[in-house]
Nanobody, 126 residues
């Protein structure tokens, strides 16, 4: 059974940092695209960052470039999202997702991902 479990969310002050983890089981993260998405109340789910486990290609939303960093540890079957200089607008439920597509133009598109975690809440106080 494929399973993705996010962790690392919490409450942080603006300017602070959090590191989210996405642990995968039921398959290996050797040839997939792993994405982080977030959803704030009343807003659509948006792509934050993605990583190709095969060639290391990454995607970052403009709103997080220079502040967030995605990385993977294939030995641990885990992907991380380091979030620095957090802003109140970064708050929301963060989900990790895995997809088998390869076209880079879809990295931020939620509909192409096959498996999703349950999400972890990130709250940023101003």
């Amino acid at each position: 059974e494929v399973q993705l479990v996010e962790s690392g969310g919490g409450l942080v002050q603006a300017g602070g940092s959090l590191r989210l983890s996405c642990a995968a089981s039921g398959f290996t993260l050797d040839d997939y695209v792993i994405g982080w998405f977030r959803q704030a109340p009343g807003k659509e789910r948006e792509g934050v960052s993605s990583l190709s486990s095969s060639d290391g290609r990454t995607y970052y939303a403009d709103s997080v470039k220079g502040r967030f960093a995605i990385s993977g540890d294939n030995a641990k079957n885990t992907v991380y999202l380091q979030m620095n200089s957090l802003k109140p607008e970064d708050a929301g439920v963060y989900y990790c997702a895995v997809g088998t597509f390869t076209n880079y133009k879809y990295y931020s598109e939620a509909w192409v991902y096959d498996y999703w975690g349950q999400g972890t809440q990130v709250t940023v106080s101003s």
